[in-house]
């Protein structure tokens, strides 16, 4: 699937709010990098998830 049909289907943010959004994740070269593009926080298809290691920090501690 290309990125565009990808983006397509999981930034549709219906009953997220604002701040709710979807987006796909996968492992290249050991890294984790997004393989579609956010909506609310910048991150790319190919990037480097640094976000992703904090955001997760957050949801497990709850903050």
Do not use: C
């Not at 979807?22 to 790319?44: E, L, M, N, S, W």
């Amino acid at each position: 699937m290309n990125k565009a049909a990808l983006n397509s289907i999981v930034q549709r943010r219906e009953g997220m709010g604002k701040t709710g959004e979807t987006y796909i994740v996968g492992k290249r070269d050991d890294k984790i990098a997004y393989r579609t593009d956010r909506v609310i926080k910048q991150g790319g298809v190919g990037e480097d998830m640094k976000d992703f290691v904090e955001d997760l920090a957050v949801l497990i501690e709850g903050r």
